[in-house]
Nanobody
Framework: QVPLVESGGGSVQPGGSLRLSCTAS????WGWFRQAPGKEREGVAA???????AYADSVKGRFTISRDIAKSTLYLQMNSLKPEDTAMYYC??????????????????WGQGTQVTVSS
């Protein structure tokens, strides 16, 4: 399998936007997760091989997960960012499953993470 490599993190003011990318091919299920200091890793968005999606309530309407098959790339478009979105963001993937899911323990393969900081 191809290692997962995230990119696109950075610093942005509240209300701003960022798009995260993750090279990810050879899997059937993908997810974006985040972990803030002192907090547990949480699922943000997930997508499967037929493009069904799932989102955490905290990001619904603001974040969009998508996948470009030709580029073997997973994206997370983040709009209307808030300070509480500040965290290390990880992409994850797995070959097995029946639906897109947000539980970290249901994914086998992980990227190294990219930092997102939302601050004025």
């Amino acid at each position: 399998q191809v290692p997962l490599v995230e990119s696109g993190g950075g610093s942005v003011q509240p209300g701003g936007s960022l798009r995260l990318s993750c090279t990810a091919s050879g899997y059937g299920y993908w997810g974006w997760f985040r972990q803030a200091p002192g907090k547990e890793r949480e699922g943000v968005a997930a997508i499967d091989y037929v493009h069904r999606t799932a989102y955490a309530d905290s990001v619904k309407g603001r974040f969009t997960i998508s996948r470009d098959i030709a580029k073997s790339t997973l994206y997370l478009q983040m709009n209307s960012l808030k300070p509480e979105d500040t965290a290390m963001y990880y992409c994850a993937a797995d070959r097995r499953g029946s639906r897109p899911r947000l539980a970290p323990n249901e994914y086998t393969y992980w990227g190294q993470g990219t930092q997102v900081t939302v601050s004025s």
